[in-house]
C-alpha cells in the first residue's frame, strides 16, 4: 500500500493493550489510534469483537478517566445495522443502563462507570471506546470486582445514552448505507461537542467516489473497520483517500487522524471483496451542519 508524507496520519497497523486479566471469547482491542501512533492526535481509540459471552463477565469495572469518553457498541450484521447482537448492562454515575441495540454513551470527564456487564449474546458485535483530549489509555480509582456501583446524586444520566440513530440528509449511495447512523450529536445530547456517524458497505459504493476533496473546521477521527471477527484486520477492501492532495491507498482495517484545516478526499473504493464499515467523529462541533459548514457541496461531484 503506497505511503508518503501524509501516512503519518493514518495507523494502518493496530496495537493490541491487553486487558488486566485474559477475557474468553472478546478479542484484544485494536489500539487505532493514540499520540504514540500519531503525535498530533489527542485521542484514543481502541476496537474489538465480541464473539460471545465474555468470560469473565463483568471484566471491567467502574472507573474514572480524566477527559470525555465515548463508548460506542456496534452490531456486526450489515443486514440488520441496528442490531446489536447481545443485552448489556452498563453502570454510569452509580445508575443502571440496559441496552440491546447499536448504543453510544457520552461519558463526562470525572463521571464514574462501570461495571460492563454481557446479560445475552446472540451474534457477534463491536466495542469502540475513544478518550477525547487525551492520546493515551489512563483509567483512576478502579473499583474492587465486588464492589456494587452507588448512586449519589439526582441526574439521570440516561441523557448521555443514544440507543437509535438519526438519519441525515446525504446523497443516495448505492450498497452504502445512506444516509449513515448518527450517534452522537447535539440534537441527540444536549450540550454534546461531538459528531460522530457511521454505516457499513456491501458492495462496492455507486458513485464512485462519493465524497470529494474537502476540509472542516475541526479535527476528524476516522474508522474503517473489517466485518469478519475472525479476520479484524482485513478490511474486506481496497480504498484511496487523499490527504492533502496525496492519495493513500489502504487494505486493512485502519485509524486516521485529519487536522483541522487539512484537504481531504476523494474516497475512492479500488477493490471490495467483503461488508465493511466506515466511520467518522468530528471534535468540538455538534451537528452535520456545523461540521461540514460551506463543504456540504462536497458530498456530490464538484
Not at 135 to 158: V, W
Request: net charge negative; with cysteine; hydrophobic share 35%.
Amino acid at each position: 500500500m503506497s505511503q508518503g508524507s501524509y501516512d503519518r496520519y493514518m495507523v494502518r497497523k493496530p496495537v493490541y493493550e491487553q486487558y488486566p486479566v485474559a477475557v474468553k471469547n472478546r478479542q484484544v482491542p485494536m489500539t487505532l489510534m493514540s499520540s504514540a501512533q500519531v503525535p498530533e492526535a489527542k485521542v484514543h481509540g481502541r476496537l474489538g469483537w465480541i464473539t460471545g459471552l465474555p468470560d469473565p463477565n463483568p471484566h471491567v469495572f467502574e472507573h474514572t478517566h480524566n477527559c470525555d469518553e465515548l463508548i460506542y457498541f456496534i452490531g456486526g450484521d450489515p443486514q440488520e445495522p441496528q442490531v446489536l447482537g447481545g443485552e448489556i448492562e452498563f453502570y454510569l454515575g452509580g445508575q443502571k443502563i440496559l441496552f440491546n441495540t447499536n448504543t453510544c454513551i457520552l461519558i463526562p470527564k470525572g463521571v464514574k462507570h462501570g461495571p460492563l456487564i454481557w446479560r445475552e449474546y446472540t451474534k457477534p458485535h463491536l466495542q469502540l471506546t475513544i478518550l477525547i483530549g487525551q492520546g493515551s489509555l489512563d483509567g483512576q480509582g478502579f473499583a474492587d470486582p465486588g464492589t456494587k456501583p452507588q448512586k449519589t446524586d439526582d441526574i439521570d444520566y440516561e441523557q448521555y445514552v443514544v440507543r437509535s440513530p438519526i438519519y441525515e440528509d446525504a446523497p443516495v449511495v448505492k450498497n452504502r448505507q445512506t444516509p449513515t447512523m448518527t450517534y452522537m450529536s447535539s440534537h441527540q445530547i444536549r450540550g454534546a461537542r461531538y459528531y460522530l456517524e457511521g454505516g457499513w458497505l456491501w458492495a462496492m459504493p455507486e458513485p464512485n467516489p462519493h465524497i470529494f476533496e474537502h476540509k472542516h473546521h475541526y479535527d476528524e477521527f476516522v474508522i474503517h473497520f473489517g466485518g469478519d471477527p475472525e479476520n479484524p484486520e482485513d478490511l474486506g477492501a481496497a480504498i484511496e483517500i487523499g490527504i492533502a492532495g496525496e492519495p493513500l491507498v489502504f487494505n486493512t482495517t485502519c485509524g486516521m487522524f485529519v487536522p483541522k484545516g487539512i484537504k481531504h478526499g476523494p474516497n475512492i473504493w479500488r477493490d471490495f471483496k467483503k461488508p465493511h464499515f466506515e466511520m467518522a467523529l468530528m471534535i468540538g462541533c455538534g451537528t452535520f451542519k456545523e461540521g461540514w459548514g460551506a463543504n456540504i457541496d462536497h458530498l456530490t461531484p464538484p
